[in-house]
């Protein structure tokens, strides 16, 4: 069997907005806020009533760690995020563990049913789930603390709000 590819670019018209073409790749979601620092320059803060932009500070790369620090232009909230993203080690139930960069750090996600539930509301599964919680929880400065997406978890609030954009 021959594996068959196509490239697949969408041109916008006049009165679609521009006249670049359009990838599949270059589609935004919600884990656009936590994407890689060369494709963005801001993203928003992750402290609760902080309206302000965390922004990249190049120079602020952990080698070690394989971290970029953020820092908020508002409140000067230090986050991070992993340039090659968080990476699924394995996953028990609802229970994911992650790494990051060359780190041996790792970050838990628990995710409780009712999370779960929730979020498939919104067409997100469970692993997809525990990554942006993953990477959320990197944004507000956690690097290994365990993350519990439960109710009544204050995390789980926090999560949600930030996630729709409050």
Known sequence: ????????SVQQDESSGGSKPI????????????ASSEQHDAMRCPI?????LLTAAGRDY????GL???????????GFRSREGV???????YEFKFSYGPSTHTITVVLSSAAVNLWGTHGVNDEHLAKLAAEWTLLCGNTNMPVN???P???FADFYLYSCGN
């Open 1 to 8: 069997m021959v594996p068959r590819t196509a490239a697949v």
């Open 23 to 34: 990838s599949p790749a270059s589609e935004r979601s919600y884990s656009s806020q936590v």
């Open 48 to 52: 609760k009533k902080c309206h302000g």
């Open 62 to 65: 952990n080698v070690r760690l």
């Open 68 to 78: 970029e620090t953020w820092a908020c232009n508002a409140c000067g909230h230090l």
């Open 87 to 93: 990476i699924p080690l394995f996953r028990g139930g």
């Open 149 to 151: 997406l439960g109710l």
């Open 153 to 155: 978890s204050e995390e």
